[in-house]
């Protein structure tokens, strides 16, 4: 990609150390002593190129001789392209003076590489031509100690400086120079800086001829406004020359996480600011989304730390975001607090009662139970008994039976004898009518002790039926109890942990009264990475008939993280919790509310 002839730094040997020197404090040692002083004299060949040197050391780990690098000379061309080093001609070829391979100033190629290995918004080709991607809104790959942080904050604790940007770093190391380089827009132009670069003025005409194109915008920040009905920031140019046109401007979203006290750093800094120009109607604009990535400072002090600070997370911003966001699920902000669920609190003293209620139960079931198996035995005693009686009462019936053929044949047989044999043959038939008399007689004694023993067996079995039915009551009402006092044990637990939650900073309630559902909304820095912030969504059922008393049962939650370095942090939030509420059984039959956003 070529290479820059015109350099803002040398490197120079004084006494035993080297130090980058600038053209710029060169051209007033010159112009204070006169352009050919002694004082300019003694140091006008020391100066060697800043490049080279860097790649030495890189490379060798140690400081180079003079003769190891190339000599540069100093040149005062302010009146048509400032003033800069450039390698000195030693005879017409220069054969003698060239830069070492790798100097960045030579090959910008492996200076812009390592750039690109530190962000995502810069990419090198083969050819050695940077392609910015800076509108893609990415973020750096390096790992920034970026932190969540609450307006109760120290303002001092804030001040951790952010590092330098692609652009910023390229500036620095080229300087004016830079505008040598050629760069790859996102829209696939291949461009010297030079030529994208622009004042705020020049841009301003440029929009106006309805020209949209990605330019640098550079100019003196006059003002950063305060954010505006519709959620925007504008960050005001100053202008050279009265016009009545407004001054170009860069806007910043109402979902950015930037806010007026991060970009108070931009007022009265001469920077330039990467990005695609837009007109809207009466002014002129450019969207800022990233300090780090689009703005460059054309007024850095040397060797000066990046001026803004790390943009931190306002809480005065998400509580609104979350509140808009649940909203459309009809929930509705409320101060509840800790203390005002407290109906298994003051419930807690029936616990022993019911304990007690419970061993009482328990020793009756136990009673119903031995009740159960004396009557079970009973029972079977008498079953036992009944079948004897059964087999006592066949017998006796074969016996009746038996009897009674006995006497049809001893009536049978009178009849036919004579009158002598009579006498005898009576005698035996009423032995036999009075046998038949007394087995029958038993046969009535059997019969009705059956029916007795059948009846103590029916009595029995309806008796232990109703013990059953009693043992079977008493643990239900084992049960009854034994959940309603789990429920209350599960409900002090409930309390406690809602308590807990509510009495944290930064959490917020809401309640559904349709879905007779409390939210409760956490916001915290994460355990295990600082930069990262967790919100916690739990969800809690209630009674129709007295909303500040818990259904004791397991709370429902949602937990999901946002990175606090994402610069549209309050979009991602409202995202991330809008699909998150989307597919919760609890809240799917309620009808969603979609509000009509309107640009301010």
């Not at 962000?119 to 940077?130: A, L, N, T």
């Not at 920040?221 to 050279?240: P, S, T």
């Not at 990475?529 to 209630?542: D, R, V």
């Amino acid at each position: 990609m070529g290479f820059v002839t015109s350099m803002q730094y040398a490197i120079r040997e004084n006494g035993s150390r080297w130090e980058r020197e600038t053209a710029e404090r060169v051209l007033r040692i010159r112009e204070k002593y006169g352009y050919n002083s002694q004082e300019y004299e003694d140091i006008k060949d020391s100066f060697y190129c800043y490049g080279c040197y860097l790649k030495w050391k890189e490379v060798h780990g140690n400081d180079p001789n003079k003769g190891e690098i190339p000599l540069l000379t100093h040149v005062d061309n302010t009146k048509v392209g400032g003033t800069y080093f450039r390698l000195r001609h030693l005879n017409e070829k220069n054969e003698e003076n060239k830069h070492n391979v790798g100097c960045c100033f030579n090959d910008p190629t492996g200076y812009l590489k390592n750039i690109s290995n530190g962000f995502d918004c810069i990419d090198v080709d083969p050819k050695g031509v940077p392609h910015l991607t800076i509108l893609k809104k990415t973020q750096s790959k390096r790992t920034k100690n970026n932190r969540f942080s609450t307006d109760k904050r120290d303002s001092t604790e804030r001040k951790q400086y952010q590092s330098f940007g692609a652009l910023q770093g390229i500036y620095n190391r080229y300087n004016n120079a830079w505008t040598e380089l050629i760069v790859k827009t996102e829209d696939d132009n291949n461009v010297k800086i030079k030529d994208i670069l622009f004042s705020s003025s020049e841009a301003k005409k440029i929009v106006q001829n309805h020209q949209e194109t990605i330019l640098i915008v550079t100019g003196v920040i006059k003002k950063v406004e305060n954010r505006n009905n519709g959620g925007y920031i504008n960050i005001i140019f100053k202008e050279k020359e009265n016009t009545p046109l407004p001054s170009f401007r860069l806007s910043v979203s109402p979902d950015h996480i930037y806010h007026e006290g991060d970009l108070k750093c931009l007022e009265n800094r001469n920077i330039g600011c990467y990005g695609r120009t837009r007109n809207n109607k009466t002014f002129s604009q450019m969207e800022l989304f990233s300090l780090l990535n689009q703005i460059v400072f054309f007024d850095l002090e040397e060797n000066g730390p990046c001026p803004f600070t790390l943009p931190v997370i306002d809480l005065k911003r998400v509580e609104p975001i979350i509140t808009d966001t649940l909203s459309a699920h009809k929930a509705v902000k409320t101060t509840a607090n800790g203390e005002d669920f407290s109906y298994y609190l003051k419930n807690q003293e029936n616990i022993p009662l019911l304990e007690k209620q419970i061993e009482q139960t328990i020793m009756k079931r136990e009673e119903l139970l031995q009740e159960k198996e004396h009557r079970i035995k009973v029972r079977d005693r008498n079953v036992n008994e009944k079948e004897r009686l059964i087999v006592q009462l066949n017998n006796k019936k074969d016996e009746l039976v038996t009897v009674k053929n006995m006497l049809e044949k001893k009536s049978s047989f009178i009849e036919r004898v004579f009158n002598i044999f009579k006498m005898n043959e009576l005698k035996k038939i009423n032995s036999l009518l009075s046998q038949k008399e007394i087995i029958e007689e038993e046969i009535n004694d059997l019969k009705q002790e059956f029916y007795v023993k059948s009846n103590d067996i029916v009595d029995t079995e309806n008796f232990i039926k109703h013990i059953e039915f009693n043992v079977v009551d008493t643990q239900t009402r084992i049960s009854t109890t034994l959940q309603v006092m789990d429920d209350l044990k599960q409900g002090l637990k409930i309390e406690k942990i809602w308590k807990e939650v509510l009495e944290k900073e930064n959490c917020y309630m809401y309640h559904i009264s349709t879905a007779n559902l409390w939210i409760a909304i956490q916001i915290s820095e994460a355990v295990y990475n600082s930069s990262i912030l967790e919100i916690k969504c739990l969800f809690q059922s209630c009674y129709e008939d007295n909303e500040m008393r818990f259904y004791p049962q397991k709370i429902q939650s949602i937990v999901f993280n946002i990175s606090s370095n994402d610069l549209m942090v309050y979009q991602k939030i409202k995202n991330e919790l809008t699909n998150r509420l989307r597919y919760l059984p609890f809240l799917k039959k309620l009808k969603i509310t979609k509000k009509k956003t309107v640009n301010g």
